[in-house]
């Protein structure tokens, strides 16, 4: 962590929360993001979408983090967003009912259009869930994060569709990767899968790829995010027993 912080001072780096020079995201700033994750629902919720989870609300340095990150080529917030992840995943597998075992958990990350991982030369939710594997490995769980998730072109962005165009934007829009599922099966016969994905907002998305998977003989346990947007959950209760949790949980 010191030679990261050195870096950023060396680049002329910056919080992309608060501004103060040095690391991307200074330690104030982190300081104040919640320590438990929190159970959410879009509102109204896609028919059928399992239980969500995420690390926070989708704004303040979340938000500024997950833009610089996906937009900016910000690769220094890598870490952090990742451990989110990692944090909502990990909630998940102890609270969400029926969960909870000793299979192996696979998480399985959302996948871009078409074409859009190449125009960045990149492939940021890719990178977080790795992360996210390898801070949960570190802990103790039997994960590992597979590429089950293929999209197909045709795919509009989403960007300013509401929760219907959303929806019929994105039907039928994704399928499964027939090798990886394969070796999924001889590598982890009955595993909890976790779609994850950087942001929920109308849950479309999450909908499409549990639909996929489901259709391909791989049910998934729940859906991981870094954030979700506040303004598209239905009304709830605050975190019980953590101050700093903040957020939404599922009334």
């Not at 992309?16 to 929190?38: F, K, N, Y």
């Not at 998480?107 to 390898?134: E, H, N, T």
Request: proline residues 7%.
């Amino acid at each position: 962590m010191l030679i990261d912080a050195l870096v950023d001072l060396a680049l002329g780096s910056h919080c992309v929360e608060c501004g103060q020079p040095g690391r991307l995201a200074c330690p104030a700033c982190t300081a104040g993001l919640s320590t438990a994750g929190i159970s959410v629902r879009p509102d109204p919720p896609p028919p059928g979408l399992v239980e969500c989870w995420a690390s926070g609300t989708y704004d303040g340095l979340l938000r500024r983090a997950v833009i610089g990150h996906k937009e900016d080529g910000l690769l220094g917030l890598s870490r952090l967003l990742g451990e989110r992840l990692a944090l909502a995943v990990r909630d998940g597998l102890h609270r969400t009912p029926g969960v909870a075992s000793s299979t192996g958990v696979v998480l399985v990350p959302v996948p871009s259009r078409p074409g859009a991982d190449r125009a960045r030369g990149d492939d940021p939710l890719g990178r977080l869930v790795r992360i996210a594997a390898r801070q949960l490995r570190a802990e103790g769980v039997d994960v590992r994060a597979m590429a089950l998730l293929r999209s197909r072109g045709g795919v509009r962005d989403q960007a300013g569709l509401d929760a219907r165009a959303r929806t019929d934007n994105l039907a039928g829009s994704m399928r499964t990767h027939r090798r990886t599922v394969e070796r999924l099966a001889v590598v982890s016969p009955r595993p909890r899968v976790v779609l994850c994905d950087d942001v929920l907002t109308t849950g479309a998305t999450a909908r499409e790829g549990q639909r996929a998977l489901t259709a391909s003989g791989v049910p998934v346990s729940f859906v991981a995010v870094v954030a979700a947007v506040e303004r598209q959950l239905r009304p709830s209760r605050p975190v019980v027993g953590d101050p700093k949790a903040g957020g939404f949980l599922t009334s």
